[in-house]
């Protein structure tokens, strides 16, 4: 019945949702299995090279006999490769499930419609569609990645409320101005850690000296990225601490004493363009860019951000770093004691 199809789809895609932030370059999946209108096993993928959803949910059955009377609701098309695990088309096949509800179908090219074609051929139904759009938005970095070959692209900044991001900086002061407060730096730690890079620019790097990691949240710190004039930077400073190195894309090739991976691009002109190949080879598939006003406008005035979140603080400057301007479509706000946020996409 389509009605118990979208409520066991919405629960395949509850405990793909679980796992947020530790999958890449793998999507999250959750997948059901369902025998007589009952729940006989779930399960969903934890991260890259673990079983996947439907091999962790056909384990989680106890009694295999009822499989051959079930229905799996998975939110991406099994995969029908072998790659650091079988395949969960073929394993789906052997344990002879008669009937598989699929979301969407998945976008890489190794997959793509060959794992729904597979099971088709060996007899068993296969209904798509069901919660397509939600699952696309579960797995919107997966997508973009794959259909658009560069990361889903975040932007973040926070403005005072006379719409700067940074005071006037006077006898080389260095930290951060804030404007928001500890709820708001939770959450975007907590933002930081489900995604697989982050990036500022070098100006952002000397004034506020971040160190762009989890430490308010419980998560993976993401890859660090710097876009620099000229890679003036201190090997002191916070952002080269940390288990992977920082990743320094620079316009003159210099290199200071800083334990950094340097990666020297052609032109200003080609920058982001060169930054995003860059990041398709590392099968980076999410980036959120924090700053500062040059980065987050070179980002905007190119198309390239799929995303912004932007706080504005009840905080004045009165003078200071203009910030950038943005248009878009105001998707969702939040509220917060010294702040409100505005969640905004790219307009049609």
């Known amino acids: 019945m389509p009605g118990n199809d979208i409520k ?28 007589n209108n009952t729940i006989i096993g779930e399960g969903y993928h934890t991260k890259a090279g ?51 509800v699929v979301a969407v179908a998945d976008p890489s090219e190794k997959v793509h419609e060959r794992g729904i074609r597979m099971l088709k051929d ?20 997966f997508f973009s990645f794959h259909e658009k070959g560069r990361p889903y692209i975040i932007l973040k900044w926070a403005r005072s409320k006379d719409g700067y991001i940074d005071r006037v900086r006077a006898n080389n002061e260095i930290g951060p101005n804030w404007i928001t407060g500890l709820e708001e730096r939770m959450l ?24 762009l990691n989890v430490r308010l949240w419980s998560g ?21 601490q940390g288990d992977k190195p920082t990743v320094i894309f620079n316009l003159q090739a210099r290199q200071n004493n800083i334990q950094a991976d340097y990666i020297c691009l052609s032109s200003r002109d080609k920058a982001l363009e060169e930054v995003m190949a860059f990041m ?10 924090e700053g500062g006003y040059t980065v987050l406008s070179q980002f905007i005035d190119a198309g390239l951000w799929d995303e912004a979140r932007v706080f504005t603080g009840d905080i004045l400057f009165n003078e200071g770093l203009k910030s950038p301007v943005i248009e878009g479509k105001v998707t969702g706000t939040r509220t917060f004691e010294r702040s409100y946020l505005e969640y905004l996409k790219p307009g049609e």
């Not at 530790?22 to 059901?32: D, E, I, K, Y």
């Open 8 to 35: 066991y789809m919405k629960r395949a895609i509850a405990l793909a949702s679980l796992a947020a932030g530790n999958t890449s370059p793998n999507p999250l999946v959750g997948a059901v299995i369902v025998q």
């Open 50 to 100: 673990e079983a996947h959803a439907e091999i962790v949910a056909i384990n989680s059955v106890k009694d295999k006999d009822l499989l051959k009377s079930a229905t799996m609701f998975v939110n991406l098309e099994p995969c029908s490769h072998y790659g650091r695990t079988p395949p969960c088309a073929k394993r789906i096949i052997d344990e002879g499930i008669p009937r598989v």
């Open 122 to 141: 060996a007899g068993i139904e296969v209904i798509t569609g069901i919660l397509e759009t939600e699952s696309r938005d579960l797995n919107k970095r």
């Open 188 to 211: 975007v730690h907590k933002w930081r850690s489900e995604e697989d890079a982050i990036l500022v620019g070098d100006k952002t790097v000397c004034n506020d000296d971040p160190s």
């Open 220 to 240: 993976n710190d993401p890859r660090k990225f710097v876009l620099s004039e000229s890679a003036d930077l201190e090997p002191g400073m916070k952002i080269f």
């Open 280 to 289: 398709k080879e590392a099968e980076i598939q999410s980036l959120i860019v």
